[in-house]
Each structure stands twice: as C-alpha cells, then as structure tokens.
C-alpha cells in the first residue's frame, strides 16, 4: 500500500526586510512545480531510510480535539481510555444497553480481517499488550477509532491513522498534483472509492477521507484569501489616490491655516468678553 509523504515545498518565497520570508498570493494558488508532501526535513526521501527511531508524535498526534482521556497509574505504558465530557470514566455499560454487549457489540466489527485496525491497548499492571477485540472508525473530518475489549469494561478511543511503511530505500515523494484524484470532486471519483475500498484498508480510507476534508476546507480558505487580497489592493490604491488629492489641495496648510485663525479669533473674543465686564 502507498503512503502519502513528501517534502515541504520552499518554492516562490521572497525575502524582506528582517529576514523574514513572505509568500505571495497563497503561494500564486501553490505553485504548479512546487511539491506538496509532509517529509520531514531531516530525512528527506532522496537519502536513506526512514527509521523507527524516527519521532513521529509530529506528524501523527495521540490526542485528538473531541477525545478526553486518562490513565489510573502513572506507567507511561498504560493505554488511556476515554472519559466523558464531564470528566468521568466512558464504560460500556453506559455506551450500550447490556444485552447488546452478550453478542457482537451494535456498530462495532470484530477486530480481524478485512476490519482489522491496529489498537495494541495495555491495562494497568499488564506486562503485555492486547490488541482491541472490536473497533469502529468514524469518518469525522478528523477521523477516530473506538475500541473494546472484552476483559474490560472501559472504552478506548484515539485519532485513526493509517500506519506507516517503513522502508530502507527511500520514501515516496508526492508533487500536489499528483494527489488532484484524490480529491473530493476529482473526476471518477467513485472508481477511485473502490479502488480504495479493494485495498481493504479501513486505516487507508481513513487517511484520504481526511485528505479530502482538509483540502476542500484549505482550498475555499485560499480562495477567500486571494479575493480578501485582491479587496485590500484595491483598497490600499484608493486610498494612495485620494492621499495625492490631498496633497494636490495642500490640506494640511489650509487646516493649519484655519487653526491659526481660529486661535486668533478666541483670542480676541476673549479680549472682548474682558473690556465688557470691566465695563
């Protein structure tokens, strides 16, 4: 199976003052030879292989913004499992009505075949781990599994990632528009959904699934970007224009001017007010 990988484009970049880099215009709609991959720069796909000792906590993050979990020990090995949103403890019991937890549980596939998703978890005092008896993927724009184990009443749950192929060659490197069929309003689309289907990988799809929303999403960002530069411009432009109206007038000599005689004018009406009351 492939995997999407590659480097950060450094394409189309200008410098400025203080060093600092500045992309224009979204990079002009990503730059038709700039690459759009995720390699990390310290291995770049050109040279050696990409080891396990490699830290990927980066690039595949173990929390995930809608999951809140915890451990009963302090033993970093512990797998967490999932808490409510009120900070307690998520059981079965609570997830599903008792009866259904006799027989395969209601949304849940056996953890094996072509359902297989990978979920080593440890409990507490375990020397080994597990892997989780039923799972179930939700394809949220960030996609998540649930877990179960049936030794255990508690439920676990983290971000679904597909996993890595480590390989001692080199990894690949994918250009933007390679990955355009990937797209969710790429043309033969639902030709492309089974061919990801036949590769029998729920982690897989999963991964594409949130290619596709991240891409839609980052796509009308840009376009709202480009046309919210383009309003500045015109804005900015307007504004040097009528900048020039004003020196053209020579406004602030006419301001300063009538500020000068407006002080004069108080002066002397003060004078004035005076001489009556002493009169």
Request: hydrophobic residues 30%; negative net charge.
């Amino acid at each position: 199976m492939g995997r999407i990988e590659g480097t950060v484009a450094e394409e189309d970049q200008h410098p400025v003052e203080g060093g600092a880099v500045r992309k224009s215009r979204i990079q002009e709609k990503w730059h038709e030879s700039s690459l759009g991959g995720i390699t990390p720069a310290s291995t770049p796909a050109s040279k050696g292989p990409w080891s396990r000792t490699t830290s990927l906590h980066d690039w595949y993050p173990d929390e995930h913004p809608f999951i809140k979990s915890q451990r009963d020990t302090d033993e970093p090995n512990e797998t967490p499992y999932t808490m409510t949103m009120s900070g307690y403890p998520l059981y079965k019991q609570s997830y599903m009505p008792a009866v259904m937890q006799r027989h395969e549980p209601l949304g849940f596939n056996t953890n094996s075949g072509v359902n297989y998703i990978d979920y080593p978890i440890r409990l507490p005092h375990e020397t080994t781990t597990t892997q989780a008896h039923y799972t179930q993927a939700i394809m949220a724009p960030n996609p998540l599994v649930v877990a179960l184990r049936t030794d255990t009443d508690k439920v676990f749950s983290k971000p679904l990632y597909t996993v890595p192929v480590y390989k001692f060659d080199s990894k690949p490197t994918y250009a933007a528009t390679e990955l355009d069929y990937l797209k969710a309003d790429a043309q033969g689309r639902e030709m492309t959904d089974q061919l990801i289907d036949r590769t029998w990988d729920i982690s897989l799809k999963a991964e594409v699934h949130r290619f596709r929303i991240i891409t839609t999403e980052l796509e009308r960002m840009e376009s709202v970007l480009v046309e919210s530069e383009d309003a500045w411009g015109q804005l900015a432009t307007a504004k040097l224009g009528v900048i020039r109206h004003l020196e053209m007038a020579d406004t602030i000599e006419c301001v300063n001017a009538t500020n000068d005689g407006f002080v004069d004018d108080a002066l002397r009406i003060n004078k004035e007010i005076l001489r009556g009351r002493k009169g």
